[in-house]
């Protein structure tokens, strides 16, 4: 696994921000937070109050793009619930957002292999079609969302996302 962000450096956590429903008049919460044992938790409570449905976070714009990228790896510990590992590959707040679903499972450390192939291009929650298919070398930002339907409180602990390639 080639590293792309690393949880265990406390300066990592100020790159992402929450971006909830609360964008679209929500009530939904979230944050990443470091955990002095070396990881971070994307951690908050969902609702379903005024039509809400979501919490994420989102990393800082950067230049996250390699080539020859076939999976992304994300070293995580669960609480049952599904998540998304999202992926944008421009600097806009909004647009395309390539979607992945992963569930891990509770209670245990496990990385969770997301082929390049199985993120859905989206915009707003709905599959975008027509839409090209990931360019892992123009990823600009990366987020980790929970929606689907799953109210309640939720906690997410990562250590690392990486990268899996062809070469």
């Keep these: 696994m080639i590293t792309l962000t690393d949880f265990s450096d406390p300066m990592e956590i100020a790159r992402w921000t929450p971006v909830d429903d609360v964008v679209m008049g929500g009530r939904s919460r979230s944050r990443l937070a470091f955990d002095p044992t070396g990881h971070a938790v994307f951690s908050g409570q969902v609702s379903f109050e005024n039509n809400g449905g979501f919490a994420s976070v989102r990393r800082a714009p950067d230049t996250l793009g390699r080539a020859h990228v076939i999976a ?8 049952g619930k599904a998540y998304k590992f999202n992926l944008r590959t421009d600097a806009r707040f909004d647009g395309i957002n390539y979607q992945c679903r992963f569930t891990p499972p509770a209670g245990a450390w496990t990385t969770c292999r997301l082929s390049c192939a199985d993120f859905l291009p989206s915009w707003r929650g709905r599959v975008v079609a027509g839409a090209p298919p990931l360019d892992p070398a123009c990823v600009r930002q990366a987020g980790l969302m929970i929606a689907d339907g799953q109210d309640g409180p939720f906690a ?3 250590r690392a996302i990486g990268i899996e390639t062809s070469d």
Excluded: C, K
């Design 156 to 158: 997410l602990a990562i």
């Design 72 to 79: 992304y790896l994300l070293e995580v510990y669960g609480d």
